[in-house]
């Protein structure tokens, strides 16, 4: 009877097969051809070699690049710092996790509302830099990058926070009596006890991130809209704009592809990391 | 004496640090509610850190007409997809957990990358596919394509969850003579009472969001509250109207801060997709 049982996954199986298998079948089958032109006909590779050799897909990707990595640099750090200095039980320092929390929950959309209010010419932030002898407008191509991994340090450092937090509970507590006890200082318990035990939690915050920020449309688009020019427009943002407004069928199948494959070898990594060989199931295979 | 000072004033210091940390990420919410009740003129004219002028305006407006619209559509998919992946994801977390097949750690991995991949990918066939089924600006259509990240994401928490029930307890239940479906009602629903909650909470989260999907399939009928925002915002030659803007996101972020007390034990868990850290 443990056989049957296994039928029981059919359900989910199929709705999703309907929605992500057929799906891609579908971008597959475009992206050999050109599907929106009035004489739909197979053009072979061209789709792909056309994305691969587009600047502006080049553009976005390393503009998407630079965005990831200033988020990251910000990210991690910065929540590994919060989780540390947040380490007591208590009121206010629940209360404290739940504020770097919140960000989290909230609809991407409104992230990007409240940021551009921020932001706008008679926001806060213009005021507050004003104040330094700083002229801030989000219309300059250096404001509107930076206003975007502001917004996204505020937005995920919580995960990074969150997993830290995470980490730390795992070390236990008789490592650090032992290097008190041995008379070690305080960056010697940090370099020699915390980080390795929070080696592997940080790759896989970073992972993550990587992942989500290669994904970024909704505050993207909200916040700058890809402007001032395209100086901000990031991956999704770029394939959205190629499919919904131009109507670049092929190319956008060819693309959207590309795009997955990046992210699917992303996803890999990740599971390697988490798993550690140990199988995706967590069973010795 | 001198290190109880200095205990105070660190102390003194960690209070000031925390409360720094949390207006920090309290401020721009504060913020943008505040711009929610201000006049259109003082938002355009002076940078104010409370409404000089309390206008209910924007708030009113909320509650008629195409916002209404989208506010009972956003929770009608949020529920409608509760309903659909919760069930599902259940039985396919069970199989998971508890079952070895061949390929299932393939399978598994399929799952989690749907999950990961980006939406934008998916822009371009589902407009084709619920363009000729006759699904585009439906409710369904929408509740659909939500199953192609909600269900990957109930699986592994729903997952997570169930790594907590022992397994010698189905053998145990089976021994006694229930059935598969007799030992999910009687037993295994009931352990797993708080975590099927959270899952729900996630489900509601992920779904209350999303904006790519709805805003490449719908158009009138179905739309979302995170498209009307988005087209309040995205107006070329307009003047926009922010604190519409303001007010709208305001609300939208209203189930966040009740959902932040009942899914932050499993936060976690939502955005990493294994049994335990």
């Known amino acids: ?285 | 004496m001198r290190t109880k000072a200095k205990k105070r004033a660190r102390k003194i210091l960690k209070i000031v640090l925390y409360l720094f940390i949390i207006f920090v990420f309290l401020f721009p919410i504060y913020f943008m509610a505040i711009t929610g009740v201000k006049t259109r003129a003082e938002i355009e004219t002076r940078t104010t850190f409370y409404p000089h002028t309390v206008s209910m305006h924007n708030f009113k407006q909320l509650f008629t007409g195409v916002w209404l619209r989208c506010i009972i559509n956003s929770f009608k998919i949020s529920l409608l997809s509760i309903a659909l992946c919760l069930p599902l994801s259940f039985l396919a977390a069970y199989v998971f957990s508890r079952i070895e097949f061949t390929g299932d750690s393939h399978l598994y991995f399929w799952l989690i990358t749907n999950r990961m991949a980006p939406a934008a990918c998916f822009v371009l066939p589902f407009f084709a596919i619920y363009n000729n089924i006759g699904l585009f600006d439906t409710m369904w259509g929408l509740l659909l394509t939500y199953t192609l990240f909600n269900l990957p994401l109930s699986i592994w928490i729903t997952m997570s969850f169930m790594e907590g029930v022992p397994k010698e307890l189905d053998e145990a239940a089976f021994l006694d003579g229930y059935s598969v479906w007799g030992y999910f009602r009687k037993v295994l629903i009931p352990v797993m009472k708080p975590g099927l909650i959270a899952v729900a909470a996630f489900i509601w989260m992920f779904t209350w969001t999303e904006m790519i999907f709805a805003y490449t399939l719908t158009a009138v009928r179905a739309k979302t509250l995170p498209v009307q925002l988005l087209v309040t915002v995205v107006r070329l030659g307009y003047g926009v109207d922010w604190g519409m803007a303001a007010a709208g996101g305001t609300i939208s972020v209203i189930p966040a801060l009740i959902l932040v007390f009942v899914v932050r034990k499993y936060l976690i868990r939502g955005f990493v997709p294994l049994r335990r850290i």
């Open chain 1, 1 to 285: 009877m443990s056989d049957k049982r296994f039928l029981l996954i059919l359900p989910a199986l199929i709705v999703l097969f309907f929605n992500s298998f057929f799906p891609i079948l579908i971008v597959l089958n475009y992206s050999f051809q050109n599907p929106f032109a009035a004489v739909p006909r197979v053009v072979g590779w061209d789709n792909y070699i056309r994305v691969l050799h587009d600047s502006a897909w080049w553009a976005a990707f390393r503009r998407n690049m630079y965005f990831t990595g200033a988020t990251l640099a910000i990210q991690i750090p910065l929540g590994l710092a919060l989780a540390l200095i947040i380490r007591e039980r208590g009121k206010l320092a629940s209360m404290v996790s739940a504020a770097i929390v919140l960000p989290s929950l909230i609809p991407f959309v409104s992230i990007g509302i409240l940021w551009r209010l921020l932001s706008m010419t008679f926001g806060p932030i213009r005021l507050a830099l004003g104040w330094l002898g700083i002229d801030y407008s989000l219309m300059t191509p250096t404001n509107a990058f930076w206003t975007l991994v502001v917004m996204d340090v505020w937005h995920w450092t919580s995960l990074v926070f969150l997993l830290m937090s995470a980490g730390l509970m795992t070390i236990p507590d008789v490592y650090y009596t032992a290097a008190k006890v041995d008379g070690s200082r305080k960056w010697q318990t940090f370099r020699y006890i915390t980080m390795p035990g929070l080696k592997p939690l940080l790759i896989l915050a970073a992972l993550l991130r990587i992942i989500d920020s290669f994904k970024i449309y909704d505050e993207n688009v909200i916040l700058t809209g890809g402007g001032p020019g395209r100086t901000t427009e990031f991956l999704s943002l770029f394939l959205v704009r190629k499919i919904l407004r131009e109507w670049a069928g092929g190319f956008g199948a060819a693309a959207s592809l590309i795009y997955l494959l990046q992210a699917i070898v992303m996803c890999f990594l990740l599971i390697m990391v988490l798993t550690r060989g140990r199988g995706m199931l967590g069973r010795q295979s």
